[in-house]
Every structure is written in structure tokens, then in C-alpha cells.
């Protein structure tokens, strides 16, 4: 075929750089990545953009993603990009979480982050346990599921119920968009990119706080293959965290109309 | 006659994860066991003809590893009927 006849679909884009990741084969980690950095490419933001990475598999996004980048210590990532996003109030702040992060040590930061409605965008990478120490029990493990730290699986009358964090941040006001997506088939896929870029907008215009949260797999640590893990995520994840809109503020609803 | 596309798999990126392997809809993808990469995967590849260009394998595709090209049907369509 003639390459002047054909169209590009699909290339890798701008805002990723040339090198692999230090991600197991499968791991849904670098779909999120590559959505970020696509609408991040369309919308033109990259020479604007700094992302704070957090500890966890995901703090080498620094590595992975072609723009600025600072490392926040654990679980405090929404605290640095709030005074990122206050010496800097042009410039488009996001962060990017993993579970273990955000939902147990940085618990603090994103409830309080959320709360005064600080105008940055938070991605919450949610694959049921700590990946990159070894797969122990994280507080979004689901009950009865088998971890390193919880061989027998969780037991909820000792170690308590997982945390649903977008319904939880949905409760305050300084929320304007909580939403969950899942990154396990290609519709939810676009769906969590069309999501991502909502949260931008609302950043660009200043109307808060915007978080969305991405169910994503763990292979190595679920041991399954990645085709099995996508099957997991959608029979067992799912279910306990159902995907959905859980604050979307009357402002937002007019970007996304 | 749907439109003909290719995909290229980049050696760098691909580890072999099968994701694309499983999401496309024409199942003309799978590793190539005669190629292996730096880091020790056999990469994906097409094994025969049916690609039709629409990105699927580049949307679950977790390394951002291939880049899908489609036949212009702009080109097409400028053909005259009959010629």
C-alpha cells in the first residue's frame, strides 16, 4: 500500500516520553497514562502543565509523562499541588495517585484538598491493593480477596470495609467533579478519556476541585494473566465500586452538555 | 470492502502483555514468536490480512507501543465509478 494513501489512526503521543516503563506487562497504569497525555496533546496544555507524582508504582510518571514534574512524599501529593496550584494559578496542576496513596496514608490531604475546593485535578488509579511493594492489603481491598498481608482474605469483622473514595469526596462541597471510571475494555476506556479531559476543563475555568478515579488491574499481584485480570476487575471490582457520575456540579454539567 | 489497514509495533515499548491480542475485533493479532525484544517479549505483531484500521489494539494498548495507520477513503472515493 502507497504510505501517501493512509491516515495515521492512532500514534503514541507528544506528552509521553521515548522510554519503556518499569510496569509489569498488562498493568492498566500505562492506559492511564497515555489518556492523560493524549488529552493533554489535544487540549495543548503541555508546555502549562505540572503533575505531582506520588509515591507507589506510580511515582516514575515523572519518568513517563513529557512535561514538568515534582515528587511529592507519600500520600501528600494534593498538599504540594495545592501550593503549586497557589504560586501558580496559571499553570494546570493534576496528580497522580495510586491507592495505597491516596486512600491510606494521604487520606488527610485529598479529604481536605477536596474540601477547600483547591482548583487542581486528581487521578486515582484504584487497583485493590499496594502494587509496588508486593501486593499487601491496601484499605480498597475488597472483603474476602487474598493479599500478601491478608492470606486467608479480608476478614471485615478485623480489618474493616474498603474505602469508596469518589462517594466519600462526593459528600463535600468543594468538589465540582467526582467521578469513577474503569480502564478494563475499550468503551470504558473512551469513557475515562472523555472523563479526564472533563476534569481539565474544569480546572482551566476555575470551578475546583475535580477527581476521577480509574479502576485499573494489578497482574502480577492479583496472579492472573492480564487478559484473566481485566475479567476480575470487571466480575469483582465492579460491583463494589460501581462506575458513575457522583459529584458533578450544575457549572460542570454545562461543559460536559 | 472495508477499509484496509496496518499496525506497527514498536520492539521498545511492547512486552507482550496480549492486551491487543484480546481486544481486537478481527483477531488478526498475535506475538510474533520469531521476533524477541530487548527485553526479552516476543512483540506483537498482525499475522494476516483483515486489519481494518480502527485503533482498538492502540486504545487498551497500556504501552502507547503501536501506531495504526488506515487507508485514506478519502483516495478511494476520488476514483471515478466504473474506472
Redesign the interface.
Known amino acids: ?1 502507497d ?1 501517501q ?9 507528544d506528552s ?1 516520553t ?1 522510554t ?2 518499569h ?9 492511564a ?2 489518556l492523560i ?1 493524549e488529552v493533554i496533546d489535544e487540549m495543548g496544555l503541555r508546555e502549562r502543565t505540572i503533575g505531582v507524582a506520588s509515591v507507589g508504582c506510580s511515582v516514575f510518571a515523572y519518568n513517563y509523562m513529557n512535561f514538568d514534574f515534582v515528587q511529592a512524599p507519600h500520600g501528600r501529593a494534593p498538599a504540594m499541588a495545592t501550593g503549586v496550584k497557589r504560586v501558580f494559578p496559571d499553570k494546570v496542576v493534576l496528580t497522580y495517585q495510586g491507592d495505597g496513596d491516596l486512600a491510606s496514608i494521604g487520606m488527610a490531604e485529598i479529604v481536605h484538598a477536596a474540601a477547600r475546593g483547591e482548583n487542581i485535578s486528581v487521578f486515582f488509579l484504584n487497583n485493590a491493593n499496594y502494587g509496588m511493594t508486593g501486593g499487601q492489603m491496601a484499605p480498597t481491598t475488597l472483603p474476602g480477596q487474598k493479599t500478601t498481608s491478608s492470606p486467608n482474605g479480608r476478614d471485615v469483622e478485623t480489618q474493616g470495609y474498603p474505602i469508596r473514595a469518589s462517594e466519600l469526596l462526593a459528600t463535600l462541597d468543594g468538589a465540582s467533579y467526582v467521578v469513577r471510571r474503569s480502564l478494563h ?2 468503551k470504558n ?2 469513557l475515562a478519556k472523555k472523563a479526564i479531559r472533563t476534569a481539565f476543563e474544569v480546572q482551566l475555568r476555575g470551578l475546583g476541585f475535580s477527581m476521577v478515579e480509574l479502576l485499573s488491574t494489578c ?1 502480577t499481584n492479583w496472579e492472573m ?3 484473566n485480570s ?1 475479567k476480575w476487575l470487571e466480575e469483582h471490582m465492579i460491583p463494589y465500586y460501581p462506575l458513575g457520575d457522583y459529584k458533578v456540579n450544575p457549572a460542570v454539567a454545562e461543559i460536559k452538555g | 470492502m472495508p477499509p484496509k489497514g496496518r499496525i506497527i509495533v514498536s520492539d521498545l515499548y511492547c512486552k507482550g502483555c496480549e492486551l491487543c491480542v484480546g481486544a481486537c475485533p478481527q483477531a488478526v493479532i498475535a506475538l510474533n514468536p520469531d521476533r524477541i525484544t530487548a527485553k526479552g517479549y516476543h512483540p506483537a505483531s498482525l499475522f494476516k490480512d483483515g486489519c481494518t484500521g480502527c485503533g482498538i489494539c492502540a486504545i487498551v494498548c497500556p504501552d502507547a507501543a503501536i501506531t495504526v495507520y488506515r487507508e485514506d477513503l478519502r483516495a478511494r472515493r476520488a476514483i471515478p465509478a466504473g474506472a
Open positions: 500500500m504510505t494513501e493512509e491516515v495515521i489512526v492512532y500514534a503514541r503521543p509521553l521515548k519503556n516503563t510496569y509489569c506487562p498488562g498493568c492498566t497504569h500505562g492506559v497514562h497515555h497525555a475494555d475499550p476506556i473512551r497482574p494473566t492480564p487478559q481485566l
